[in-house]
């Protein structure tokens, strides 16, 4: 992690780069053809845990809108009734 960061920050602006991971997959991510994607709730865990205590600011990628079509059983998802 500390390497990825190092590289972001070479093409920052000195001084003004703070490390930021703006699309972290939680392991859902299947690429068309690909096996589905498996990834442990505790590889998930450790990987933020490590984020949390680099420190760096990170978005998990995608929670929120999982959580919003998921959970709202009014919504429509692509247009098919629940």
Known sequence: ????????????????????????????????????????????????AELLNYPANFNLYMVGFVIEVYLKPDWQVLGSER
Do not use: C, D, K
């Open 1 to 48: 992690m500390t390497e990825a960061f190092a590289t972001q920050a070479r093409y920052n602006y000195p001084g003004m780069s703070p490390p930021m991971n703006t699309e972290f997959y939680t392991g859902w991510l299947t690429h068309w053809g690909e096996n589905v994607a498996n990834t442990s709730a505790q590889a998930v865990e450790e990987s933020i």
